[in-house]
């Protein structure tokens, strides 16, 4: 499975934008999915992740309550909901698969990372 991240751009802050990540090769609907983002000279960091399942999703604190991870199999597609985004939320965004099929927060549980795409939230 390659997953490629898309939707990126430059918002102010208060915006919203929503990112893609779509998968080519097998189907990926049992697969679970998560959301990254990175700043030059920081570490990779959790933001969201989506189980196989509707609804099942866990985020990271920064994040909750703004973001919303959803997935349609169908399209073989993870999206990712910004809404009341900050200048601190700037950074390169990617999707990842979990090996383990299970809702994790560190990067080595992930694999088939994507190329990122670059959300600048202007203050």
């Known amino acids: 499975v390659q997953l490629q991240a898309s939707g990126g751009g430059l918002v102010q802050a208060g915006g919203s934008l929503k990112l893609s990540c779509a998968a080519s090769g097998p189907p990926f609907s049992t697969y679970t999915v998560g959301w990254f983002r990175q700043t030059l000279g920081k570490e990779r960091e959790f933001v969201a992740v989506?189980?196989?399942?509707?609804?099942?999703?866990v985020y990271a604190d920064s994040v909750k309550g703004r973001f919303a991870a959803s997935r349609d199999n169908a399209k073989n597609t993870v999206y990712l909901q910004m809404n009341s985004l900050k200048p601190e939320d700037t950074a390169v965004y990617y999707c990842?698969?979990?090996?383990?099929?299970?809702?994790?927060?560190?990067?080595?549980?992930?694999?088939?990372w994507g190329q990122g795409t670059l959300v600048t939230v202007s203050s």
């Open positions: 989506v189980g196989w399942s509707p609804g099942n999703t």
């Open positions: 990842a698969l979990n090996r383990f099929r299970r809702l994790g927060d560190q990067v080595w549980e992930y694999t088939n």
